[in-house]
């Protein structure tokens, strides 16, 4: 049974998503909000923030059961890219999936 979508249980998807490209891709990210992913001191480059982006959208389906596409033209139109740090990638993630 999926889980309740909250923006605690994101933060927790998204926090075992990064924990599981760490476990895969044999790096670090760090899962708190305030880390940089993508820009001046990232913690991944490029062709990394990919990956990590398709482990976040899997993660998020498989926990809520929703299909989620982080690379849309929503997410690439943003004033503030939603990949310059994890708590900008949660609260993305919080917007497109549906609320109690």
């Known amino acids: 049974m999926p889980a309740a979508i909250t923006p605690d249980s994101i933060a927790d998807s998204v926090a075992r998503a990064i924990s599981a490209h760490n476990a895969s891709e044999g790096s670090a990210i760090p899962t708190g909000a305030e880390t940089v992913l993508l820009g001046e001191g990232g913690a991944v480059d490029s062709l990394g ?3 990590l982006v398709m482990t ?3 993660q998020v389906e498989d926990d809520f059961g929703v299909p989620l596409s982080l690379t849309d033209e929503k997410a690439m139109s943003q004033r503030n890219s939603p990949f310059r740090s994890v ?3 949660t609260a993305y993630i919080v917007s497109c999936l549906p609320q109690p």
């Open 49 to 51: 923030l990919v990956r």
């Open 56 to 58: 976040v959208e899997r």
């Open 87 to 89: 708590g900008a990638l």
